[in-house]
T-cell receptor
């Protein structure tokens, strides 16, 4: 079974500063996908960024970038220029395949608080 | 605005009630999912529908009954629930069921239905 570890239950960052949220994963598959989702207190899971295992470049989406280190099995999320609206729960997830479909396995999450 | 719509947003029910959660998407996605999320925990998969057929059932108790009337709609029928079933129920969809490994095939989630069982 695949497993996702997020070692930071909670993080604080000052507004306008950058923050890195850690994620390590465990899989024996050669082909896999890694995802980051944001969950505000409203409950909706918002997709942020995706990294495929064969992608040679680190993924970037606006203020979000993914620091992908395949040999170390880590996929850390970097948020630049933090904003108050970034305060939320952040989940790292890995896709696993079944015979007839896919599932996203989520890590335990990191609660980010942005301070004014 | 989310492209996956869930109703109701909040539901309170007794253990003898029968109720349903509804989910709708109009993105042409061919796979739909139900996840359950307890407080301060990550979402956990319950069911997956691929091309309107149930493809994954993660050993969910029979008091939860999913239904996929068409490619845009997904229901979760609830009957004789227990207080420990109180949770946030998230619906999601993806462009394809994901048998191939090409592309992101991201899960798009709805805002969730927060269920309280008394």
């Amino acid at each position: 079974a695949q497993k996702i570890t997020q070692t930071q239950p909670g993080m604080f960052v000052q507004e306008k500063e950058a923050v890195t949220l850690d994620c390590t994963y465990d899989t024996s598959d050669q082909s896999y996908g890694l995802f980051w989702y944001k969950q505000p207190s409203s409950g909706e899971m918002i997709f942020l960024i995706y990294q495929g295992s064969y992608d040679e470049q680190n993924a970037t989406e606006g203020r979000y970038s993914l620091n992908f280190q395949k040999a170390r099995k880590s996929a850390n999320l970097v948020i630049s220029a933090s904003q108050l609206g970034d305060s939320a729960m952040y989940f790292c997830a890995m896709r696993e395949y079944f015979n007839y479909g896919q599932n996203f396995v989520f890590g335990p999450g990191t609660r980010l608080s942005v301070l004014p | 605005d989310t492209e996956v719509t869930q109703t109701p947003k909040h539901l309170v029910m007794g253990m003898t009630n029968k109720k349903s959660l509804k989910c709708e998407q109009h993105m042409g996605h061919r796979a739909m999912y139900w996840y359950k999320q307890k407080a301060k925990k990550p979402p956990e998969l319950m069911f997956v529908y691929s091309y309107e057929k149930l493809s994954i059932n993660e050993s969910v108790p029979s008091r939860f009954s999913p239904e996929c009337p068409n490619s845009s709609l997904l229901n979760l029928h609830l009957h004789a629930l227990q207080p420990e079933d109180s949770a946030l129920y998230l619906c999601a969809s993806s462009q394809s069921p994901g048998q191939s490994s090409s592309g992101a095939n991201v899960l798009t989630f709805g805002a969730g239905s927060r269920l309280t069982v008394l």
